[in-house]
């Protein structure tokens, strides 16, 4: 039993009071779940998890997500009570300018927040990347150990909404947690049944448990409104916390099951009047209803902020259950590095952020080619070989291995061992990663396995399909993960499967995303210096455009090292003294602008070929370097792109031309439709003409 | 029973050779479901579906969704053999250049297809919608008849695949019609294990059927291989076509319920070596292969695209069929006619995309207005002003109505009689839809609805969350479906959510897409105007952005009238002769823009004012229009909107300034964050004088 004396329950109720003034002060938020589940935020913080609040980045710590991240109070107020280093000031700044205290939680701003949440679903789907990495790392670092006795034994911890459960994404992940065999996960599902148009009936009626135990979940119902409605207007609701906890007991007991806990309450809970009701949801509950509740609680109704000193004492001891849980995990963490010298070198390497001796010269060059090869088979082959080398880095696609290339050859799968098949053998700690045809889940689960911050992680599908997953990448940029997306297929090049399959607009909207980097090499010696410069990278997500179809390898005793990559632009080809033009390519279309210099040079142009595989860091280079590229004086410029021209006038300027495609794709040969939506040399030589005789008009 | 003859029974080995041939010859594609499908889709065809060859069109007809788009040669072979229009020859020339076979379906370019389809999920999810349209048009048009003899009764099938069912946004749709009770809606789950990363356990080994009980579906399971693995190597797969049939007849006696049939297969049988793998998935089998399939068929394996005479003399005579189907439904439909005089004479209107009488009268008008309305209010009163006006309009949110004001008021829902709540009532012939927090579901919901082609219908969410609905919005644009996404929240202007609720990149990733007209209006009454011109439209998919927070409403007296919105942008505010500079402005940076202007007066500077609400209408204006609004000759402009500036180099070119935030958001009040992020009339007027100096120094 939980054994709450009375000063935890008044710790509890000051939970409710805090929510409301807090949401009152500012005039907007969320004020109803933090009230409701005040009793199991503060179960988990102060008695579940294993957790030091004097070292929020502990990595033997449990994981908490709050993927309900509207309901920012309900961590922020335990972060409070836990001592993470918020104050009662931070409370009363929610959701104001440079607060602790934002509208969502967002990791690397408050202490103690793992994760930014807020958009629904993110934060359960992100959750199931964490407890894999929990597992890999484990693997990777410890993998002898008996069960739950290596200091890389972790929980994940997830509260989650109705609308958590809604959103498409959470499905995903749901199954694909079910099927990985996530013991290390806890979900608790807040079912209050409200969501802002109210009561969920009207559009949400499924048997949630029963579909979480298709997904091969453990679940549990913890009904604390004893089968009264949402509303909870039949006076039943009890805030059974003894339940509550000996579900979390035996949860933590199944170990090759993801656990769901079911646990009903009444929203808002006990506001008077607007208790189980969409008002309460996402809105203050107005000065009459907080001071009604305060007074229900024994609280005076004309204090805000209130909190009793033995209160806060009280909630501040949670502090030596922690220190005592880090200084447990440190003798079995000593007597693990002790016996694993080797693997304690790795650690310190990748909690420092380093890289591998031999890193760079892992990489394979290639040697120069006419006929070529893909840029997914050229990365594909440097993950093969980077996979000996970085024993951190791991991944896989969405059911589209073999078309990514996406696979390390020689590494196992990161699969159950009864789901092994006759294509993927592996074991629970493998590094290849099968998600299933499921990108948006697998974004999120890269998402959580970065902010688990021992490995290296990336996941491919087609660039069309890069939409699918839009929400996961934006929080892996917002987050500064350092995730790589491997999308192939990255143009009407891919031919056949036709419009649906056919990326036209996708390049722009990634470039238009802030915080990502998207990276489209030219042939297979750009394709390595991208991904070395990826790994280079620990701040930031990146998107790896790679071409389906065959692309000479440039000789580069000819043309400049692919070494220029790292700078995003760089003069691949040149002229004596200034260029008459300047031909701008990215992927598959730097041949074309080198074929179409040739022949521009026969006809007395003299045409300048760059590169620009990375606008994002080409944009962070010295002006003078970029200048050097793109030297301002010359105006005649076209770039060339097999994709939306959107958002390319910016550098071929008003004098310039932009060869694209802003249309769909058709169905047929690559390289017929390249052909016949103007993907030509003569095109190149005729907008070079054109942009010179633009210039030359003034 | 079905009853086949043996002539049924070569019919369908000839689809399978059919399909191993028509891969084989291009050289690509996915020949394995059309093999193990063959009686399946023969059935439906054949025997099940209520459809007319020789009128595709028909609007009593049951609609065909091939979810599993990659097995196009499931449908393309069915049309040949029903007489729809393709021919052998179509076949031979699957995935090229201009042919009607596509690599995928597509809608409006193949007779027969029902929906385009190709990215994994957007069928089934679409197919949702249009379960939904075929209840609300009975609703609207015969809401009296009694269930299954309304001639708008129809039924919608479904056929679907393991990558279908694993996508999120099948999830949510399956979700939402176990809701709403579609028992119009029969889906076939073809489980047969295999995708392209081979037999799916490696990545999806939850309980499908399970699941889909657990969404309120009735779900029946046919298993062909009677137990044995995805390889049928056990010998003991039987295709007991009447088993199938039974089941079908079952899922129709349920109305109240959709249903799941999960067929259990083994992938392109039975070819001998490569069923049950995923080679036979995505790719062409090989020479050798298909002549193996045809030898064990009884074909010649020295022919192909081999069409005995009596097999397609026999497959052609379901025209019959067909046409005393439609004879029948003439029938009813001719008595429900003389019945419901004023119900026809709508339905023609509608068959005629032609707008209401009174439609442009019924729009209100707003008074100027210093201190304003949102643009998302302007819009519910749009809504609600237009709700008895246009019968065939209906939309709503998923889950934020009061935020997108997405509820034409006082119109009820279209939910289930038991599921109406206390804030929400309607009846299953309802206009007010509840999608729950369900975006992309929501987006190809949509879709399917435009396509049963008698509605008008929208949808709702925050601007920030078209992330999540992507895949959706970009279909709707592929088949140019006259749907309207409303999107608000539309800036950092937003405020206290913070930056996972505060779009940026999101205009510009709009933009981006080919085939979607993407509205701000600067005002109520722009606001009103754009609604207008988007329902004049028939032929595309419309965003509508709308702000969460009030906006000014001009003085139409004072500046231009806001009709010019029609044109996608117009001069709003104007100077004496030529402009020194031109200001150009969306959404909420209207009224900035027209600050702006009169500080730049004051220091003697004209400038003129473009409100820029749509630039796809403006590129579609005559270049004389766009010329006058937006002189060449006048290159200091600067525009100014709340979203990354990306793409706005065009617009304002070399010498122009582009005022937008390129970076996330934060969590603070919307007016102080515009303000903190740059968005002041200091900063125009800065601007505009930068932009005038850097024209004048050439």
Same mark, same amino acid.
């Given at each position: 039993?939980?054994?709450?004396?009375?000063?935890?329950?008044?710790?509890?109720?000051?939970?409710?009071?805090?929510?409301?003034?807090?949401?009152? %002060?500012?005039?907007?938020?969320?004020?109803?779940?933090?009230?409701?589940?005040?009793?199991?935020?503060?179960?988990?913080?102060?008695?579940?998890?294993?957790?030091?609040?004097?070292?929020?980045?502990?990595?033997?710590?449990?994981?908490?997500?709050?993927?309900?991240?509207?309901?920012?109070?309900?961590?922020?107020?335990?972060?409070?009570?836990?001592?993470?280093?918020?104050?009662?000031?931070?409370?009363?700044?929610?959701?104001?300018?440079?607060?602790?205290?934002?509208?969502?939680?967002?990791?690397?701003?408050?202490?103690?927040?793992?994760?930014?949440?807020?958009?629904?679903?993110?934060?359960?789907?992100?959750?199931?990347?964490?407890?894999?990495?929990?597992?890999?790392?484990?693997?990777?670092?410890?993998?002898?150990?008996?069960?739950?006795?290596?200091?890389?034994?972790?929980?994940?911890?997830?509260?989650?909404?109705?609308?958590?459960?809604?959103?498409?994404?959470?499905?995903?992940?749901?199954?694909?947690?079910?099927?990985?065999?996530?013991?290390?996960?806890?979900?608790?599902?807040?079912?209050?049944? &409200?969501?802002?148009?109210?009561?969920?009936?009207?559009?949400?009626?499924?048997?949630?448990?029963?579909?979480?135990?298709?997904?091969?979940?453990?679940?549990?119902?913890?009904?604390?409104?004893?089968?009264?409605?949402?509303?909870?207007?039949?006076?039943?609701?009890?805030?059974?916390?003894?339940?509550?906890?000996?579900?979390?007991?035996?949860?933590?007991?199944?170990?090759?099951?993801?656990?769901?806990?079911?646990?009903?309450?009444?929203?808002?809970?006990?506001?008077?009047?607007?208790?189980?009701?969409?008002?309460?949801?996402?809105?203050?509950?107005?000065?009459?209803?907080?001071?009604?509740?305060?007074?229900?609680?024994?609280?005076?109704?004309?204090?805000?902020?209130?909190?009793?000193?033995?209160? &806060?004492?009280?909630?501040?001891?949670?502090?030596?259950?922690?220190?005592?849980?880090?200084?447990?995990?440190?003798?079995?963490?000593?007597?693990?590095?002790?016996?694993?010298?080797?693997?304690?070198?790795?650690?310190?390497?990748?909690?420092?952020?380093?890289?591998?001796?031999?890193?760079?010269?892992?990489?394979?060059?290639?040697?120069?080619?006419?006929?070529?090869?893909?840029?997914?088979?050229?990365?594909?082959?440097?993950?093969?070989?980077?996979?000996?080398?970085?024993?951190?880095?791991?991944?896989?696609?969405?059911?589209?291995?073999?078309?990514?290339?996406?696979?390390?050859?020689?590494?196992?799968?990161?699969?159950?061992?009864?789901?092994?098949?006759?294509?993927?053998?592996?074991?629970?700690?493998?590094?290849?990663?099968?998600?299933?045809?499921?990108?948006?889940?697998?974004?999120?689960?890269?998402?959580?396995?970065?902010?688990?911050?021992?490995? @290296?992680?990336?996941?491919?599908?087609?660039?069309?399909?890069?939409?699918?997953?839009?929400?996961?990448? @934006?929080?892996?940029?917002?987050?500064?993960?350092?995730?790589?997306?491997?999308?192939?297929?990255?143009?009407?090049?891919?031919?056949?499967?036709?419009?649906?399959?056919?990326?036209?607009?996708?390049?722009?909207?990634?470039?238009?995303?802030?915080?990502?980097?998207?990276? @489209?090499?030219?042939?297979?010696?750009?394709?390595?210096?991208?991904?070395?410069? &990826?790994?280079?990278?620990?701040?930031?997500?990146?998107?790896?455009?790679?071409?389906?179809?065959?692309?000479?390898?440039?000789?580069?005793?000819?043309?400049?090292?692919?070494?220029?990559?790292? %700078?995003?632009?760089?003069?691949?080809?040149?002229?004596?003294?200034?260029?008459?033009?300047?031909? $701008?390519?990215?992927?598959?279309?730097?041949?074309?602008?080198?074929?179409?210099? %040739?022949?521009?040079?026969?006809?007395?142009?003299?045409?300048?070929?760059?590169?620009?595989?990375?606008?994002?860091?080409?944009?962070?280079?010295?002006?003078?370097? @970029?200048?050097?590229?793109?030297?301002?004086?010359?105006?005649?410029?076209?770039?060339?792109?097999?994709?939306?021209?959107?958002?390319?006038?910016? $550098?071929?300027?008003?004098?310039?031309?932009?060869?694209?495609?802003?249309?769909?794709?058709?169905?047929?040969?690559?390289?017929?439709?390249?052909? %016949?939506?103007?993907?030509?040399?003569?095109?190149?030589?005729?907008?070079?003409?054109?942009?010179?005789?633009?210039?030359?008009?003034?």
């Amino acid at each position: 039993a939980a054994g709450w004396s009375d000063i935890d329950v008044r710790a509890v109720d000051t939970v409710r009071v805090l929510a409301a003034d807090a949401v009152q %002060k500012v005039g907007n938020g969320h004020p109803g779940t933090a009230m409701s589940l005040a009793p199991l935020a503060y179960l988990l913080y102060q008695q579940v998890m294993r957790i030091d609040p004097s070292d929020p980045e502990w990595i033997g710590r449990d994981r908490f997500v709050l993927s309900c991240g509207h309901s920012s109070l309900t961590q922020y107020i335990q972060l409070y009570f836990s001592g993470y280093g918020l104050e009662l000031d931070d409370l009363k700044a929610l959701r104001t300018w440079g607060s602790l205290t934002p509208g969502h939680p967002e990791v690397h701003h408050t202490k103690g927040v793992d994760i930014t949440t807020g958009p629904l679903g993110s934060g359960i789907a992100s959750s199931v990347g964490m407890a894999m990495a929990a597992r890999r790392t484990r693997g990777m670092l410890d993998p002898d150990a008996a069960p739950g006795t290596s200091p890389f034994d972790h929980r994940v911890w997830v509260i989650a909404s109705d609308g958590d459960l809604m959103e498409g994404v959470s499905a995903e992940a749901g199954s694909l947690a079910g099927h990985q065999e996530l013991g290390n996960l806890i979900a608790f599902y807040d079912q209050n049944q &409200i969501s802002i148009e109210d009561d969920t009936n009207v559009s949400f009626t499924e048997d949630v448990a029963a579909r979480y135990r298709a997904y091969g979940w453990h679940v549990q119902e913890v009904d604390w409104r004893r089968g009264s409605s949402p509303k909870g207007d039949e006076g039943t609701y009890v805030e059974d916390v003894d339940a509550l906890l000996a579900a979390i007991e035996e949860a933590k007991q199944v170990t090759d099951k993801p656990s769901l806990i079911a646990l009903k309450t009444v929203l808002a809970w006990p506001a008077p009047t607007k208790q189980g009701t969409g008002k309460a949801h996402g809105s203050a509950l107005g000065d009459e209803e907080v001071a009604a509740t305060k007074k229900l609680l024994g609280f005076d109704p004309d204090k805000t902020f209130e909190v009793e000193d033995d209160v &806060i004492a009280h909630t501040r001891k949670v502090a030596d259950r922690g220190r005592e849980a880090h200084a447990q995990w440190q003798t079995s963490f000593d007597s693990w590095k002790s016996a694993n010298p080797e693997g304690h070198t790795l650690l310190e390497r990748l909690l420092g952020n380093g890289l591998p001796d031999g890193f760079e010269d892992a990489f394979p060059t290639f040697e120069a080619d006419a006929k070529g090869i893909a840029s997914r088979a050229a990365s594909g082959k440097i993950l093969t070989a980077l996979g000996p080398v970085m024993p951190e880095l791991w991944g896989g696609s969405a059911d589209l291995a073999e078309s990514n290339n996406t696979t390390m050859e020689g590494q196992p799968s990161f699969v159950p061992d009864n789901w092994q098949t006759t294509a993927w053998s592996g074991s629970p700690y493998g590094r290849v990663l099968h998600f299933g045809i499921r990108e948006n889940a697998m974004g999120m689960a890269l998402n959580g396995i970065a902010l688990s911050g021992l490995t @290296r992680v990336y996941g491919g599908t087609f660039l069309v399909f890069s939409d699918y997953m839009r929400p996961a990448v @934006r929080l892996a940029a917002i987050q500064k993960l350092p995730v790589t997306f491997v999308w192939t297929h990255d143009s009407v090049g891919l031919g056949e499967d036709g419009p649906t399959h056919q990326p036209i607009e996708h390049l722009a909207t990634l470039r238009a995303m802030p915080g990502l980097d998207v990276i @489209r090499p030219g042939d297979a010696n750009e394709t390595a210096v991208a991904w070395r410069t &990826i790994l280079q990278h620990f701040d930031r997500p990146a998107a790896l455009v790679l071409s389906r179809q065959a692309l000479p390898t440039l000789d580069r005793t000819e043309y400049a090292s692919a070494d220029g990559v790292a %700078k995003g632009a760089y003069v691949l080809a040149d002229t004596d003294g200034t260029p008459d033009v300047i031909l $701008i390519a990215t992927g598959s279309e730097v041949d074309l602008a080198v074929q179409a210099r %040739k022949t521009l040079a026969e006809s007395g142009v003299a045409a300048r070929v760059v590169s620009m595989p990375c606008r994002e860091w080409f944009e962070q280079q010295p002006e003078d370097y @970029r200048n050097e590229v793109l030297p301002p004086s010359v105006r005649a410029r076209v770039s060339v792109e097999a994709a939306t021209p959107f958002g390319w006038h910016d $550098i071929v300027g008003d004098a310039g031309r932009a060869i694209g495609i802003d249309h769909f794709g058709a169905s047929a040969d690559g390289k017929l439709l390249l052909e %016949k939506f103007g993907f030509t040399v003569e095109a190149v030589v005729t907008a070079a003409q054109d942009s010179i005789a633009a210039v030359a008009a003034g």
